[in-house]
Structure formats: C-alpha cells, structure tokens
C-alpha cells in the first residue's frame, strides 16, 4: 500500500496487491469469515486497476480468475480465464487454471482437455505444486479416485513427506489393494516408526497384519 501510494501507476504492485488477498482468501477465510467480502472486494479492485494499466497483461487475468476460483465463483473465474486465453493461447498457465476451475465445475471431460494442452503448451503437469492443486480440485467435488490417483504420484515425487504415503495408505486401504496398502505401511513404519501403533490399527481394522516387526 505504501508503494502504490508513491507508484499508483505501476502495475506489479496492483498484481502483488491482489494476489495478497488471493493468499489471505486461501487459507484464512474459514478462519476469519468476517473479512472475506473485505477481501474479494479488495482482491477485485487490485487486478481491475491491473487491468486498466495494462489491459493485455495475461498474468493478471490468471491471478483475478484464481481470486473467483478460491471463493467458487467459478462463472466468473472461467470468464477471466477466458479472457487469458483471448489474449494468448500459448500460455500454458491459462489452460492450467481453466483446468482447475473446470475440475470445480465436475466438467472432468473438458478439465482433462485443458490439462493435455497446458502441457503441450509447457506448464509443468507433474510438478508437486500442480498436482496438490489438482488434489484439493478433486477432493472438493468428492471424486475420491481421482484424488487416490494423485496421491499415489505424490509419494513418488516427495518421498520425504509422511502424510503423502499416509493419504496413499488409506486410499490403498478404501480401494481394497491389500497388497499395495501393506506395502505402503511397510514403508511408514520402518521410515517413520512413530506411526506404527496408527498403521496397525488401520490394518487391524481391514483384517490385515505387518509381515514384519517395527
């Protein structure tokens, strides 16, 4: 606020501005519910003062359609998302986010369309960021296979994080793959021994036991 107030015209700090509230309306608006018409308000007017200063600027349609897509306006999130492509088709990026807010809109058909081209167009498909946006897509609409799915190339990408091979167990577990999900909590237990009594009561549950001792 107090560089726009000495640059009004510069359009990175409008961008930066809105994108702030994108932040603020991802993870906080469950938490402070009170401030959410505050921040779409704020959000909207940073990336339309954007938009007027540089009204073929791409990167500022990507960050307004994100500011929808987080508060499910998804209309108006495909509209900006549009107007992204409008202006440029070799963006990946755009189709990406059209993806995701077609995936919201349960139009997996057209979400896998997009998905196929913004990796013809270079944007990294499989990168851990992109597939946890994917994840979080599929959990909200409830399409817990393909959410599994992603859970799965999770594990591979970080092998470091428990909670990936956590979710990859339970789905395993759900899917009855037996085998895989023994496999995963092998894998848990002798990396992370903490969640040992944790697995075990999983397994016991499904009627199934570590073939090894932790």
């Given at each position: 606020k107090q560089s726009l107030e000495q640059k009004p015209s510069y359009t990175r700090y409008w961008i930066l501005m809105g994108t702030y509230y994108n932040i603020l309306l991802e993870n906080y608006q469950t938490a402070y519910p009170e401030f959410v018409e505050t921040w779409i308000k704020e959000a909207n007017n940073s990336f339309e003062k954007a938009v007027q200063l540089s009204p073929k600027r791409q990167e500022i349609y990507i960050g307004w359609a994100s500011a929808y897509l987080v508060t499910g306006d998804y209309e108006k999130a495909k509209e900006k998302a549009q107007k992204c492509l409008d202006l440029n088709q070799e963006l990946g990026?755009?189709?990406?986010?059209?993806?995701?807010?077609?995936?919201?809109?349960?139009?997996?058909?057209?979400?896998?369309?997009?998905?196929?081209?913004?990796?013809?167009?270079?944007?990294?498909?499989?990168?851990?960021?992109?597939?946890?946006?994917?994840?979080?897509?599929?959990?909200?609409?409830?399409?817990?296979?393909?959410?599994?799915?992603?859970?799965?190339?999770?594990?591979?990408?970080n092998i470091d994080s428990v909670q990936y091979y956590l979710d990859a167990f339970v789905c395993y577990l759900n899917n009855k793959d037996f085998e895989q999900a023994k496999k995963t909590a092998t894998h848990i237990v002798q990396s992370w021994p903490t969640y040992g009594g944790l697995i075990n009561e999983a397994l016991n549950k499904a009627g199934l036991k570590l073939d090894i001792d932790y």
């Open positions: 990026d755009c189709w990406w986010l059209m993806a995701l807010i077609n995936i919201n809109k349960n139009e997996i058909d057209k979400a896998e369309e997009n998905i196929k081209i913004a990796e013809q167009k270079n944007y990294e498909i499989g990168s851990e960021i992109s597939l946890l946006q994917l994840r979080k897509a599929y959990l909200k609409i409830e399409n817990y296979q393909k959410a599994c799915g992603i859970n799965y190339r999770l594990t591979e990408i």
